[in-house]
């Protein structure tokens, strides 16, 4: 399905990735580990085409789209600080990636519909951002992504900021969602606990 050979980065002088690769499969949901600064936020913008690496290559599906620009990847994003827009509704920010796809009204409202349920925030649609707790948050962010039905979703570290009882009650509805959509994804983390709850298989990214 998703799969990175070889990636290297440089920051001036400095090496963040060196020759770095990994595979995720089709269904598959692995956690990529590692503490602070090893590069793992790095390589997933890479892989969803934000950040030209200096070397590698990376294929999805078996075709190779290292020169893909990233709204053609057909990947889903989730970042660490959701990146919500305010001025749109919970619906306009579900719906949002759909709307550019060019998706007719009606279908974007039954997919938007469809994903608030399954992140548990049915009857949200009308919400304002700036109301929205931060679980809230999170699960918008998540509905997001999941909206386009991206070949895979990378989550980078998409649970912090929350306290220890709610972030653990998350982790395992992500979980459950991400298995019963039958999702391809990749999670960034520097949570043991966390990438055993979410993921069938972890990864680590050690220091150099």
């Known amino acids: 399905m998703l799969e990175a050979r070889d990636i290297t980065v440089h920051f001036g002088e400095r090496t963040v990735l060196d020759a770095v690769s990994i ?11 590692g503490p602070s600064g090893v590069g ?10 934000l950040l ?30 959701e990146q919500l827009f305010p001025h749109l509704t919970v619906a306009g920010n579900v719906g ?19 994903l608030l349920a ?19 948050a ?20 998409p649970l912090t900021g929350l306290d ?4 653990d009650r998350l982790a395992g509805d992500l979980a459950a969602l991400l298995r019963a959509t039958g999702t391809t994804a990749l999670l960034v983390t520097h949570d043991r606990d966390e990438a055993a709850t979410i993921a ?3 990864v680590m990214l050690a220091e150099r």
Do not use: C, W, Y
């Open 23 to 33: 595979t995720v499969a089709d269904g598959e949901v692995v956690a990529l580990l």
């Open 118 to 136: 399954l992140v548990g925030l049915a009857g949200f649609e009308s919400r304002r951002v700036p109301g929205l707790s931060g679980g809230e």
């Open 138 to 157: 999170k699960r918008v962010a998540l509905a997001r992504a999941l909206a386009p039905r991206p070949r895979v979703l990378l989550l980078d570290e």
């Open 52 to 81: 030209a690496a200096d070397a590698g290559t990376v294929l999805l599906d078996g075709e190779d789209i290292t020169r893909l620009p990233s709204h053609r990847r057909n990947i889903g994003l989730v970042f660490q600080d």
């Open 164 to 167: 220890r009882e709610l972030h």
């Open 96 to 114: 949002f990636g759909l709307r550019m796809q060019g998706t007719p009204r009606a279908a974007i409202a039954e997919r938007v519909h469809e």
């Open 200 to 202: 069938g298989r972890t």
């Open 40 to 49: 793992k936020s790095t390589l997933l913008r890479v892989l969803a085409g």
